[in-house]
């Protein structure tokens, strides 16, 4: 019995959207996905992009409002779109929209109320990867993208596994959640107070570390984004991987907020950039 | 004093896409309304699409889901989105989804309780389109198209307004309310049991009597959308239109439903339509 179950299906442009719903047994509870797949005579063994989406988002957001879905098509990109959290009435939440449901921040919690379902980094880079390569047979080069605290999803998931991962990209994210309101909020719930455990969750911290091969990153942000200056700040990034002169690029995108509207406009520039870079050997770094 | 408040304002591709809030005299509430203007240097006299959506949807739904701006950003064309009700706990309501807000039908309603705000042809002929010009200095040439009972209010003021629209597109309208179920229950209740009166409101009736300048039609209906058969058959509008050699195509796409991501993989098309449209001149009708 498949371990899916399709909740959606629509035809887009040489595509279909589709919706499911599984039980995860990481998070203890029941979770949407959302996937695209090109046509698949055209793109037998499509890449796969795997998109982290922001606070309160779901699957749908993405799904919904970035358009990704042509360049997609026309590229032959497989798109996951996984959910932000676990979810229910079961699962621990808080009345605040930056902790709690919507707002897991891909890691794995420590502390309790969190620590019982709160295991994001293992759902996606276990069982939702086992989930993709059994039911949907998507074996192929992998890329991250993600938006805002998915940003920094896809910064942190990207950083720990550069074997996996062939390119990160990111709107807005959260680059240095250690040092940031909505991180440390986050962190000190999820983590708890000992800092010294924070860092392995923190896109800053990892890049001044990384080894093994090298994934390069794109990252676009808006100076019209309210959040630029108090929770995002990617110059801090850029600065570090100069130093170590690693592979990323800051592009600042005049008159640009925090909105779907911005990723709608360079979603395209990022699934190019991702396949272009898939073709290409960076190395090792040291 | 502006008519209008500023809700909204977010840079979009090479344009800028806008909500509004303002108080119509002729719906007797509060209305929002969404905007998206291209580069202003670029394109200082754009033509002005009137987008009408379907049941349930506000002015967000295209404006979040569509991804029109990109080819209306490339190829100039200001767009404008009107919620498709009158709105307020003080407006007559039903329960059904079908009837009352988020179901206006393009229509001016002269039956109790409705007739008192439901007058969304007069709003949108006549209000919102002095508020676009008067406001926003949009003064060049006009298209419209909309989907489902929006592809309905595109036809239906289209074809009532052919010296001003130059074009008409359309995503699975209702092109015959007069004879399907979503149509009879809204004519009944907005226009009462007289049909005689329906005619007016009626894309299958004012198409065979259509007289004076030809406003082109071109009609994307999905084969695998589930009201196809029930609500919408555009084949019945096709035939009318052959028997009079009046120029209107209806593409039926394959695999397609009724959702919006249809109306993204061919809203650019339907823009270079309306486009191409403005630049013929097809003459006058018998």
Redesign the interface.
């Known amino acids: 019995m498949s371990k899916v179950e399709l909740l959606e299906e629509?035809?887009?442009?040489d595509g279909v959207?589709y919706k499911y719903r599984h039980t995860s047994e990481v998070l203890g509870c029941p979770m949407t996905f959302s996937l695209f797949l090109p046509n698949k005579d055209r793109f037998p063994e499509p890449p796969l992009l795997w998109w982290l989406s922001g606070l309160t988002c779901t699957d749908d957001n993405f799904t919904?409002?970035a358009?990704a879905?042509?360049a997609a098509a026309r590229l032959g990109i497989a798109m996951i779109m996984p959910d932000t959290s676990p979810r229910g009435e079961e699962i621990a939440d808080s009345k605040d929209y930056d902790l709690g449901q919507g707002a897991g921040f891909y890691l794995n919690a420590t502390e309790e109320p969190w620590a019982a379902h709160y295991k994001m980094y293992d759902y996606i880079i276990e069982e939702l990867t086992s989930l993709m390569r059994d039911e949907f047979d998507l074996n192929g080069p992998e890329f991250i993208s993600g938006h805002s605290m998915g940003g920094h999803g896809a910064l942190v998931l990207g950083l720990k596994n550069p074997e996996r991962f062939q390119s990160i990209t990111a709107f807005a994210p959260i680059v240095n959640p250690s040092q940031v309101p909505w991180g440390v909020k986050a962190f000190e719930n999820y983590l708890g107070d000992d800092k010294s455990r924070w860092a392995e969750w923190d896109a800053l911290e990892l890049l001044k570390q990384q080894s093994g091969k090298i994934v390069p990153i794109l990252i676009d942000q808006?100076d019209?984004d309210p959040f630029y200056k108090k929770e995002l700040e990617p110059a801090k990034l850029a600065e570090a991987a100069k130093e170590r002169d690693y592979p990323l690029t800051v592009r600042m995108?005049?008159?640009?907020?925090h909105?779907?509207?911005?990723i709608?406009?360079y979603i395209e520039e990022h699934l190019e950039f991702h396949l272009n870079e898939s073709k290409k050997d960076r190395g090792i770094q040291k």
Do not use: M, P
């Open positions: 629509h035809r887009i442009f959207q919904h409002k358009g879905q042509r808006g019209a995108q005049k008159g640009h907020d909105s779907y509207y911005t709608s406009t």
